[in-house]
């Protein structure tokens, strides 16, 4: 059992990544505002859908429209239309919250049984012609109820796709890790040859391309959901598609020569470099360009509210879950290449 332990854990971190990643609640959230353009010193109704809340249930329920990151002007009435749809009546006054003729506002919903919900910058207020500089109608948005509870963040765009955290990114980050696995076997291979060292950097790296491949297709479906579709070409995409193909050539490598001993040598010089492309082309490359790709071309990456502290107790357990589950793929597979050459080798005999 002292043998079996961490594929147990893989096993089991995977598991729980699974079950926990998909039947926490996401958080309640605004997904659209009605209309989306106003005009101070006019009198306003907004529509307001929500997501997972419960605003007829709700008899504390509370609107803001605010400006920056202090200033906000409260409605002046809120009434529940059902569970998800509300309307909020506002009094804007022709004093303006911050100089300029068009702001950006964000929605702020917030109730006792919700808790906060934020819709950023969604409406444009546009100033009239008799507008001035005065904060004295504009406040702080005060007595805010943060709900208890165990919860995922709710994201406009993303929504119930956010689970996809749990399985995209830890699949690729197993993949690096097991592809410098394969790397060490092929260094292994190179400085005292052995038909084990050999064996082991070859499953390993089927087992990266494996790996790769699912962290492109939950990519893919990931894309469907927040972009619109499956591929679009962005540059994220197409360099992880240039690395898969770095690694497919391996195996083309590989299956070129019939000297078995020159093709492990050969192939195991050019994993190396394998090894060395996949950094610039995952890591630097599309820092590089403007991307959709979050944590690329200046677009912000999972944090903060992004990525809370409630996501975290299952995103980290699925990056060492992977790559051990990597492992004990890579493991079996390179037992059975062993097995198969001493096979073939005794039957050419």
């Not at 893989?10 to 106003?38: C, D, E, F, H, R």
């Not at 059902?82 to 804007?92: I, R």
């Not at 500089?133 to 805010?144: A, F, G, V």
């Not at 078995?260 to 060395?276: D, T, W």
């Amino acid at each position: 059992m002292k043998n079996y332990w961490w594929k147990i854990l893989g096993a089991l971190l995977i598991l729980y990544t699974i079950v926990g990643g998909m039947t926490v609640p996401i958080k309640s959230g605004i997904v659209k505002v009605t209309p989306n353009s106003i005009q101070s010193g006019s009198e306003v109704e907004i529509q307001i859908d929500g997501y997972n809340s419960n605003y007829d249930q709700s008899d504390d329920l509370a609107v803001w429209l605010k400006a920056g990151n202090t200033t906000a002007i409260k409605a002046t009435k809120v009434s529940a239309i059902n569970a998800t749809s509300l309307k909020a009546n506002f009094t804007l006054p022709n004093e303006l919250p911050s100089e300029g003729s068009f702001h950006t506002l964000s929605v702020v919903v917030n109730s006792k049984i919700d808790g906060i919900s934020l819709l950023p910058d969604h409406v444009a207020l546009q100033a009239g012609a008799m507008d001035t500089l005065n904060r004295t109608q504009w406040s702080e948005i005060n007595n805010l109820v943060r709900k208890e509870g165990f919860n995922f963040p709710y994201r406009n765009i993303l929504v119930e796709s956010i689970r996809n955290t749990f399985y995209h990114i830890p699949l690729w980050f197993a993949m690096v890790m097991i592809f410098f696995v394969a790397v060490v076997y092929s260094i292994l291979q190179l400085y005292k040859p052995q038909v084990k060292y050999d064996a082991y950097a070859v499953a390993f790296t089927e087992i990266g391309v494996l790996l790769g491949i699912l962290g492109t297709v939950t990519g893919a479906i990931w894309a469907k959901n927040t972009w619109g579709q499956y591929w679009s070409w962005d540059i994220k995409q197409n360099v992880s598609i240039i690395a898969m193909l770095v690694y497919l050539a391996y195996f083309v490598l590989r299956g070129s020569f019939d000297d078995h001993e020159k093709g492990g040598r050969i192939s195991a010089v050019y994993n190396i470099f394998a090894f060395a492309a996949l950094i610039p082309l995952l890591f630097v490359i599309p820092r590089m360009a403007s991307s959709l790709h979050p944590g690329n071309g200046g677009n912000p990456g999972m944090g903060g509210e992004d990525l809370d502290n409630t996501m975290k107790y299952f995103l980290y357990p699925a990056f060492f879950g992977w790559f051990l589950v990597g492992m004990w793929m890579a493991s079996l597979r390179a037992r059975f290449i062993i097995l198969r050459d001493k096979y073939l080798l005794k039957m050419n005999d």
